[in-house]
């Protein structure tokens, strides 16, 4: 399965975007890349997917490089609400459960 | 709320008692998840369900034993649990493969 490398903590300040970085080289053509968030004492929340192109939903803005190699999540408007350990995985379409979750990226917005 | 529901919240168990974890999922979905969140470690998969048959089982201890009735109901029922089983436990849905998972808010175990 490939693997995903994410930084252990990020700050943002409320309002700005956050930009939250993954690299996941060994990533193979029929995996997707997932998003999900923990915030305190919750189960994780999806956020967004994305194969190849760009995707954008309510929440986030996903961009993948064209080389696939790595990800960036886009909060374009940060608020304290958003303050919540951020997953990046990688997993095949066929086998959705097999998500293997990581250590994630704990993202702190301050006011 | 997630369309996923998790009861009990909190639990604590004593190592030789007996419990069980319940999850209810209204979403139609038809594949169930149970994982486990230990302190400090990532989110571990324990079983997988499709359609109320058992597809996965990570190599979990036979004191945790699963049950899916239904695709909208599933148990992960306890005995002679050890107390580094202390753990937030999560359920999870999603309506087939390639979906995203839907979660629960989970169960905080706590094993004296």
């Known amino acids: 399965d490939a693997k995903t490398t994410q930084p252990t903590s990020m700050d943002c300040a409320e309002g700005r975007a956050a930009n939250l970085p993954c690299n996941h080289s060994?990533?193979?053509?029929?995996?997707?890349v997932y998003w999900y968030r923990q915030i305190h004492s919750q189960g994780p929340q999806y956020i967004i997917h994305g194969l190849k192109n760009n995707e954008t939903n309510e929440m986030a803005s996903l961009i993948i490089t064209e080389d696939r190699k790595s990800s960036t999540l886009i909060l374009p408007h940060a608020t304290l609400r958003d303050t919540a350990v951020y997953y990046c995985i990688v997993s095949d379409g066929y086998n959705t459960d097999k998500l293997i979750f990581g250590t994630g990226t704990r993202l702190q917005v301050f006011p | 709320e997630t369309g996923v529901t998790q009861t009990p919240r909190h639990l604590v168990m004593g190592m030789t008692n007996k419990k069980s974890l319940k999850c209810e999922q209204h979403?139609?979905?038809?594949?169930m998840y149970w994982y486990k969140q230990s302190a400090k470690k990532p989110l571990e998969l324990m079983f997988v369900y499709n359609f109320k048959e058992q597809t996965e089982n990570n190599s979990v201890p036979s004191r945790f034993s699963p049950e899916c009735p239904n695709s909208s109901h599933l148990f992960l029922h306890l005995h002679t649990l050890q107390p580094e089983d202390s753990a937030l436990y999560l359920c999870?849905?999603?309506?087939?493969?390639?979906?995203?998972?839907?979660f629960g808010n989970g169960t905080r175990l706590t094993v004296t």
């Open positions: 060994t990533i193979s053509g029929n995996e997707y």
């Open positions: 979403l139609g979905h038809n594949a």
């Open positions: 999870a849905s999603s309506p087939e493969t390639y979906s995203p998972l839907h």
